[in-house]
């Protein structure tokens, strides 16, 4: 994402303030820059018809036409995809968002040779200066700076295809319907494939308020589309808030993705300095561009949209998983890539950013000349630096059945699924529990009598255009070991307000030997808050735990062996670390993010470091990065699961380091602990599990 705040042009339209608040009048100005035509708002039309049709004794017209609502009720059947079949479609704001904030996973995925489908909804014009380091300003080009920096997409993409920079891709005009064509740019090499489609609506800058942030809250507005500089869509065509979600819904039923990325549609909270957060593009009081928050609201939108309208005309519901990437949220927090790591990311900027003395064949430019170089590595705010994903953990839950098999649960297609292994560690066909629509994280606990409670993030509302925006953890609840569930139960959540419950964190929880489940996630204001289950059933009301901690997202909770709860979150300077809900006295290390526990002991990476530290300070043998799982065997001591530098999935048990070689590329991964020994279950890109036995 190039930051900055340039000259900027003003169009007639009413100005959006950031995306979690609501918008505010301006009044018109004039100036050049893409048209904005500004409708009368639906509620004076509506007032209007009314009076009228009081006056005249006649009906009221109907509303506008909504989008289908999600279903929740369970027993959907889904589609029977194609094993092996995946596909990945990342949708983001700006070229380069996909490059800074959703890698190493997506090139991972690529590297296993999973097809990728990349969209992006705005030119990426900001101000049209194509700064080069060192020289003096150029004219402003919007049409020019576009070309370029999709040229640098393709030098990128190119690159990671293993082909040389300036390969020639096929590019046409992609009917997208209602009038609108994107420009797609398609690149095939060694059974591998890589597509890039721009919408190319305009990009919000802290002086243009006509963009996207202003698209997804105003039900009045319509933005045309830029054309860049040589694009084959000649007449890209014009966007209102339901046109664009239909744009996106075509392009997800058009290729069928089995994986998909998005920006983060909830920023975080992250209060300061309001002038400085202009000058870096942030909302005020939220750590993210104003077109990361409205395009990833615009990508939900469209997988709410998408799903409903499949079960709405009888066919399955899609199988495909989504994740979510914070955005600027990386620079507030310790960088948690290993330089090993961080090399590879930074690398895949390098052609992006490409160099004015580059002659790629593109007369309009060779890149984002401010960010080639050494630039991604040496730009103060670090973006490159870390990958966070919006709702860490609870990808995947395993638990057993009480015939010894296993049972794993997770979000496939926005709703909670239960699949059942079969013998030898092969999988049934997902089972539909409902839900829906789900943000891609569960938590979840086994009670004494061996029912499993799960713990879900819903998409409660997802309108804009002034409408509601709410988040709400729900519980789904086993009615016997093994068997069906219980119908879908709100549990609220711990901060009042809309706009508060969309800061709700991944949900985690245990049952604890004396009948209580505690509930924990992190709240609006960056701590944590418990609700607890009573044995008879009965929950307690939400409360923050004490102290002042600010955390991140991704908690971690065990027991120990007396049966109390520890619960570890990574704060700025240390680990906070709560004991059956009370603050712990002394001091913990700094982790960079995503801290594991088994057996009450805290495992944890040291900002930017690969190495994995054990309770008692020693190394823990398992250098990588990302996400780690920790469990207690009474053979193997504890057993950890993570990922390499290389990406692949690792198990240390028993003093011995396993690695997991070949297979399907895994998104997601569980680990457990049994009489049998240790099993790791896999998401593989094509939605289908598998199991490894170390």
Known sequence: MRDGAGPARRVRARRATPLPRRPSSRGPTPGEGPTAVHRPSRRTLLATAVSTALA?????????????AADPAPGRPFAGGEPGRALLLQLVAHPDDDLYFMN?????????????????????????????KGMPETAPDRAAYSSARRQGLRQSYARALGLPLFTPWRREALALGGGRTAERAVLAHGGRRVELVFLDLPMHTPRRYTALPALW?????????????????????????????????????????TVVHTLDPDPDVQPGDDAARRR?????????????????????????????????????????????????????????LPPGVLAGKAARLVPYGGDPAWECGNPSGCGDYGVGGDRPLTNRKGWVRSTHHRWPGGALRLAAEPDGRLAAYGVLGLRAVRRRETSHGTWGEPEDLGGGPLAPALGSAVLADGR????????????????????????LEQRSPGGPFLAWRGLGTPDRGADRSRRLGAPVAVAAPDGRVRLYVRNAARGVAERVREPDGGWGPWRALPGDAVVQDGLAVSLDAAGRTHLYAAGRESVRHWVDGREAPGALPLSAAGPASAGGGLYHRAPASARLVGPDGADAGLDGYGEVAAARSAALGTVLLGRDVAGRLCVRAGGRLRTRTGGPAAVAAALHVDGRGVTVVGLGAD???????P
């Open 56 to 68: 005249a004794g006649c009906s009221v017209p109907a509303p506008r036409r909504t989008s289908p």
């Open 217 to 257: 809250e105003d039900r009045a507005l319509e933005l045309a589309a830029h054309r860049s500089a040589g694009s084959p869509a000649v007449r890209p065509g014009a966007y209102d808030h339901d046109g664009l979600v239909a744009a996106l819904t075509g392009l997800l039923r058009r290729y069928r993705p």
């Open 104 to 132: 190493p996973d997506a090139q991972r995925l690529l590297d296993g040779g999973v097809p990728v489908v990349s969209v992006y909804v705005t030119a990426g014009e900001h101000t049209g200066v194509n700064r080069i």
């Open 280 to 336: 870096d593009s942030e909302q005020p009081g939220f750590s993210d561009h104003g077109d990361h928050t409205a395009a990833a609201c615009f990508g939900w939108a469209a997988l709410v949209r998408w799903v409903a309208e499949e079960v709405r005309a009888g066919a399955p519901v899609p199988v495909f998983t989504a994740t979510a990437f914070r955005g600027y949220y990386n620079r507030h927090w310790p960088k948690n």
């Open 452 to 475: 499993v409670l799960l713990f879900g993030v819903r998409f409660a509302a997802l309108e804009g255009r002034g409408g509601p925006n709410r988040r709400e953890v729900v519980l």
């Open 687 to 693: 939605g289908r599990l598998w199991s490894w036995r």
